[in-house]
């Protein structure tokens, strides 16, 4: 499985620009003219242009992913290249600001790419272009195959600093690949990289795999497995490729969650058709119930303190969002609006917690703050479901299926503005983002 | 939903006329149960028009009692449930008592409901309310006089669709809980 080995043999060096490159006088980032507000829903994105790396193809590839992923997070607007009137730039001199002006570039990125004792060496520059301005200037070095990875921890650096917030591009989603059709539909869990590169293929499709879920040090997942005999959950550890049982419930088991820490796992378990959630604590595999009430309790997520679990329940009589201590104290309900509240997912900044809501024969993916507040719907159709954060909580990714469709990621940001579908291929459910991969 | 189960039905009679043909070309079964396994298959003779109409004939006959076939079409192996609930409905009564009465006919059987749901719902939900609505059945079967170690239960949640199809009639379709034979059928 070549995308295990990724997190282990992956190494960046990190070099200061200002040192690589001399002639010019250290970043200032206090004066940089240029700044994405992220916070604005009306955003007119920063037009930047990503010419091609030099250093032949991989030069070219990196770039383009680079302005793909900007391009993506709806901040910005890379340029046509075909617009750039100086071409053939060189890294290690001076963009000719004028000519990226007369093009109104805002920012301007430029790099290059050399080979070094079977390494590649990025380096890359990010330009303010009216201040005439060093913004960065980072060399990354890493092994051939792992161009896109270097690409992506570029274009987190280049959002960080013009948006003054974490990137979340060097990031993978783990999800369930569906294929078959509707009539016999087949399920395996799956692994790729946030724009969709890279697929890789966990499990085969024999038995019905759902609701994957990263922990917070992004080599283990879990996840559940249902089958005729019966349901499980499982942590799969993603750089060893094992696999491991939580243990047998005497009734189906689903629904699991990484504490923030990753010390511990909620779940739900069903007896005689009564769910309650439940949480383990992996190091000594001891398990405490949470909630024992003759409802629906499930999907429990973990504020980013640990201290707080939100969940689903109809305990009054259709299914609501309802905010509990992570020991299961005081639960209390936050959601009143009209409709049906689903899969609550809190947001890693702690701000929000996104849910599925169902009203008027629609779903929507929405938002709300941990007291209920503020909610806002974000999307809608025949059936959205199942948010996940991406590690900055800036965007949410979900599944969309159409009328008699199958199932496709999509992503949205938090304001509702950057709609569209993740360039995965495939059939796909149940995406969970990864926390950014060290 | 009406029309559908006695489409459904008649589908199943012909599956059954023509296993039943396919059957009768090679060893003619008795009412009783067979006591020794059937004759390699493979040298059996075809039936002489197998991919026709089936064929016409005495289907009651043809379906050994005790059998999977038998609960399924002579009982009903499929109760279904209104939206997001998990109540037993009147129209359901009735297959369970047969169902309860079929099982206690034949009390080496043990059997698996599964639970499942429309796809009107998010994952997670679905699975607990296809859990819920196979635990009614079970509960059903056991007030019934069925022994409860005789049932397990599990939920599809929306995993399963009986019917693809999306609208109404689909949906209602797939809310239901099937009542699957795991062993001990002639």
Same mark, same amino acid.
């Given at each position: 499985m070549n995308s295990m080995r990724f997190l282990k043999s992956f190494a960046f060096a990190l070099v200061a620009g200002a040192a690589v490159f001399g002639g010019l006088a250290a970043p200032a980032p206090a004066h940089a003219q240029i700044e994405v507000n992220v916070n604005r829903g009306d955003i007119q994105p920063l037009p930047i242009a990503v010419p091609a790396f030099g250093g032949g193809q991989v030069g070219a590839d990196i770039s383009q992913v680079i302005a793909a992923n900007l391009q993506r997070s709806g901040l910005f607007r890379p340029l046509d290249p075909n617009s750039f009137v100086e071409r053939d730039l060189n890294a290690a001199i001076q963009p000719a600001f004028p000519s990226w002006k007369q093009i109104n570039a805002q920012a301007l990125v430029n790099g290059q790419v050399t080979v070094r004792d079977g390494q590649l060496v990025v380096?890359? /520059?990010?330009w303010d272009v009216f201040a005439e301005q060093q913004l960065l200037g980072l060399q990354f070095t890493s092994t051939p195959e792992n161009w896109r990875r270097v690409a992506h921890k570029i274009s987190d650096q280049i959002y960080e600093r013009l948006t003054g917030e974490k990137g979340y591009f060097d990031t993978r989603v783990v999800f369930v690949a569906e294929g078959g059709g509707r009539a016999a539909r087949t399920k395996r869990l799956a692994i790729m990289d946030q724009d969709g590169a890279n697929p890789s293929y966990l499990t085969d499709g024999s038995y019905i795999v759902m609701t994957p879920r990263f922990s917070s040090n992004s080599q283990e997942i879990t996840y559940m497995a249902l089958r005729p005999e019966g349901s499980a959950i499982y942590l799969f550890n993603l750089e060893t490729g094992r696999r491991e049982s939580l243990g047998n419930f005497q009734g189906m088991v689903f629904a699991p969650r990484f504490s923030p820490d990753g010390s511990k796992v909620a779940f739900s378990v069903e007896r005689s058709g009564n769910s309650d959630i439940f949480v383990m604590d992996l190091r000594n595999r001891s398990t405490a119930r949470l909630t024992a009430d003759p409802s629906i309790d499930t999907s429990a997520s973990f504020s980013p303190d640990g201290a707080r679990i939100v969940f689903n329940s109809d305990r009054s009589g259709s299914p609501q969002l309802y905010v509990m201590g992570a020991d299961g104290s005081g639960p209390r309900r936050i959601s009143f609006g009209q409709g049906r509240y689903t899969t609550p997912v809190w947001s890693p900044t702690g701000e929000f917690i996104a849910f599925t809501k169902q009203i008027g024969g629609q779903f929507h993916i929405g938002v709300m703050r941990p007291d209920g507040s503020d909610e806002r719907i974000? !999307? +809608? +159709?025949?059936?959205?479901? %199942?948010? !996940?954060?991406?590690?900055? %909580? #800036?965007?949410?990714?979900? $599944? #969309?299926? %159409? /009328?008699? $469709?199958?199932?496709?990621?999509w992503s949205v940001d938090v304001t509702g503005r950057v709609l569209q579908p993740v360039p995965y291929p495939g059939g796909a459910s149940d995406p969970a983002w990864s926390p950014l991969l060290q | 939903m009406a029309t559908s189960f006695t489409a459904r039905t008649a589908l199943n009679l012909a599956l059954v006329a023509a296993a039943a043909a396919s059957l009768s070309a090679c060893t003619r079964p008795k009412p009783a149960f067979q006591t020794q396994p059937p004759a390699p298959a493979p040298t059996a003779p075809a039936p002489t028009t197998p991919d026709t109409a089936p064929p016409a004939g005495p289907v009651g006959s043809a379906t050994v009692p005790g059998s999977q076939q038998d609960f399924v079409v002579n009982v009903g192996d499929t109760v279904l449930f209104d939206f997001d609930s998990y109540s037993i409905r009147e129209d359901a009564r009735g297959i369970l008592a047969a169902q309860a009465g079929w099982l206690r006919q034949y009390p080496a059987v043990r059997v698996r409901i599964e639970g499942n749901t429309d796809e009107l719902g998010t994952r997670e939900y679905n699975l607990a309310l296809g859990a819920r609505r196979a635990n009614a059945v079970r509960e059903f079967l056991v007030s019934n006089g069925i022994g409860g170690e005789r049932i397990t239960t599990i939920s599809y949640g929306k995993e399963r669709p009986v019917d693809p199809g999306t609208g109404d009639e689909a949906y209602a379709r797939n809310r239901n809980a099937k009542t699957a034979i795991v062993s001990g059928a002639r």
């Open positions: 380096d890359f /520059r990010l974000l !999307t +809608s +159709s025949y059936l959205d479901e %199942g948010p !996940t954060w991406a590690p900055n %909580g #800036r965007v949410l990714m979900f $599944s #969309r299926e %159409g /009328r008699g $469709s199958g199932a496709k990621l | -």
